[in-house]
């Protein structure tokens, strides 16, 4: 594994926030405990808003690829037992593995029938989602670990806890992976909310325990997709059908795989974060990528590639950025050299003149400009670095009249920097207040 030197402290909590981990105030996160008991809890490492959560879908028409069309991996079934039985007779799944799934189904569903109301018509929606699946031969053996815990925790949620409203987080004792709540879907994992998490814990010193408890649960929840490994939502979203994949939250799975595999010194979790790049080389509706002229963008929906959301499309050029500093790999770097190429092709249209746009017609809502204008920051950051590094290594090799001109490997951060200061400014201006002066550095 490459080692490289991070950024000071000061300059990794920020980037933390900018990666979707952390805010001011943190998450208020309902834990529900093997008693069956809710608790309120405050949790200042996890998200606590929705501005950068998988937002609300635009109404507007745009070309929408189903994830139904995704390749059939088995045959299909009517129901989720079949599928579940299918796959154990051709030896894809163990005899213990298919009596667990059987039974937290049939937990589920039995569940289901003792249920009335809200309870019963999430769980329900659950289980409608997974036996479509399983009709469309969309369910294979490396997904059915994932589908089963959402299958486990829903009947949990549903049998024993509290009523939910849209976007509420919750978690489960003994358990790291955060959950959010999508009325008409049941509790289903947040991905970015969960590897946001996973950010902030390697930045934790003291959550040793609890970063290597999140890293075992979201490798063991991985599935095979794209020719690598990623971590799908599971439910109907925005037009979406399951199983589809976010390029955002894809991007901040690797980025905190990376940063893991070095604070936990496992291997393994490197490993993990480079199949994770699968979606990346792979068009939708399987990948995110899409080759145009200037470079790739990197979809923020596997199922929309009509869609450009500007900064879902930044954090996992962020996310790429880092698997490739911190492994070294040259698939993720020359995917990370294509985005940032389209990136900076797609900064002056992101820029209305006075605000930011959210995608292409659309102005940014002021909590989504601070977050565009912060993903940016990030990349100027850590472009500056490389250059910086790169060009006293250089000098140091090759004297001090030496350098640095090579802006296919180390492309230049400026028009990242220029437009994180316009940004700013349009955000003061809007608020009527003055840019604060710069930190001594």
């Known amino acids: 594994m490459r080692r490289r030197p991070f950024l000071c402290v000061a ?10 981990a952390a805010s001011a105030n943190g998450a208020t996160i309902l834990v529900l405990d093997q008693s069956g008991r809710v608790t309120v809890r405050e949790n200042p490492l996890i ?3 929705l501005s950068s959560q998988l937002p609300p879908y635009p109404g507007r028409s745009i070309a929408v690829a189903s994830a139904a069309t995704l390749p059939a991996q088995t045959a299909s079934s009517a129901n989720l037992n079949e599928a579940i039985a299918r796959l154990a007779s051709v030896g894809a799944i163990s005899a213990t593995e298919r009596s667990d799934y059987d039974a937290a189904l049939s937990s589920a569903r039995n569940a289901a029938k003792g249920l009335s109301g809200q309870r019963r018509s999430e769980l329900r929606a659950v289980i409608a989602n997974f036996d479509r699946m399983a009709k469309g031969g969309l369910v294979t053996a490396s997904r059915l670990p994932a589908l089963t815990e959402t299958l486990r925790r829903n009947s949990q949620w549903w049998t ?3 009523s939910l409203g849209y976007g509420q987080r919750v978690s489960f004792s003994g358990s790291e992976l955060v959950w959010q709540a999508y009325p008409g879907q049941g509790l289903q994992i947040q991905w970015l909310g969960t590897f946001g998490y996973m950010n902030a814990l390697w930045a934790t010193k003291s959550k040793t325990s609890e970063l290597r408890r999140l890293a075992r649960e979201v490798s063991e929840l991985a599935s095979s997709r794209a020719g690598g490994a990623a971590w799908e939502y599971l439910f109907q979203f925005g037009g979406g059908r399951p199983p589809w994949v976010s390029g955002m939250a ?7 795989l990376a940063r893991s ?3 936990l010194k496992d291997a393994q979790l490197m490993t993990l974060a480079k199949r994770g790049i699968g979606i990346f080389r ?3 509706p399987s990948g995110v990528r ?3 002229e200037h470079g790739s963008h990197y979809l923020g929906y596997s199922y929309a590639p009509g869609q450009r959301i500007y900064n879902q499309f930044y954090q996992a050029l962020r996310g790429l950025h880092d698997l490739a500093d911190l492994s070294g790999d040259k698939t993720a770097r020359r995917l990370w050299l294509e985005g940032q190429t389209r990136g900076r092709y797609e900064l002056p249209f992101s820029n209305s003149g006075s605000w930011s746009y959210y995608e292409p017609g659309s102005l940014s809502t002021v909590g989504y400009h601070e977050l565009l204008r912060d993903f940016l920051r990030g990349l100027c950051d850590v472009m500056t670095a490389d250059r910086q590094r790169e060009t006293t290594a250089l000098r140091q090799k090759s004297g001090p009249d030496a350098v640095l001109n090579d802006f296919k490997n180390w492309p230049d951060p400026g028009p990242y920097c220029v437009m994180t200061k316009r940004f700013s400014d349009y955000l003061y201006a809007r608020l009527g207040t003055t840019a604060p002066a710069a930190a001594p550095r």
Do not use: C, Y
């Not at 990794?12 to 979707?20: E, I, Q, R, Y």
């Not at 894809?250 to 980025?255: D, H, K, R």
């Open 47 to 49: 998200p606590a808003g």
């Open 160 to 162: 024993n806890g509290s």
């Open 250 to 256: 894809q991007g901040t799975a690797i980025q905190a």
């Open 290 to 292: 899409l080759k145009l």
């Open 282 to 284: 792979t068009r939708p």
């Open 11 to 20: 300059s990794a909590l920020v980037t933390l926030a900018l990666s979707g």
């Open 261 to 263: 595999s070095d604070r």
